[in-house]
């Protein structure tokens, strides 16, 4: 049964290890975002500030799903996109002059289209 321990408590330790290594390489990434321009943060959702933020977790957290989290919930938030048609006979109300709504989700495949 001893034996049984001490693979759980080496397993237990490695894991440990393994995280912390992980969450330094990471932390060292989020540095070099810290080095973008203001407008490529922007592409991928993030800010100066959410980086700062990031970096001022505890040592032993990842920052990266931390990041991850904030852009998702930045691209949530973010307003759907209006078109206006213009109507297709002069003089009559059609449902063409109505603004059409497009949800993030299908921004992409129209685009592609």
Not at 23 to 30: C, G
Not at 63 to 68: A, F, I, K, M, R
Request: aromatic share 8%; charged share 30%.
């Amino acid at each position: 049964m001893t034996h049984f321990a001490r693979q759980s408590l080496t397993a237990t330790i490695g894991h440990a290890i393994a995280r912390a290594w992980r969450a330094y390489k990471n932390r060292r990434e989020v540095v070099k975002l810290y080095e973008m321009s203001d407008s490529q943060l922007e592409d991928i959702g993030l800010t100066r500030g959410d980086i700062r933020r990031a970096l001022q977790l505890p040592l032993f957290i990842d920052p990266t799903p931390v990041l991850n989290g904030w852009a998702d919930e930045k691209r949530v938030r973010f307003a759907p996109v209006t078109q206006d048609r213009l109507p297709l006979e002069r003089g009559t109300q059609s449902e063409a002059t109505k603004p059409t709504v497009i949800k993030f989700s299908e921004r992409n495949s129209k685009v592609a289209a």
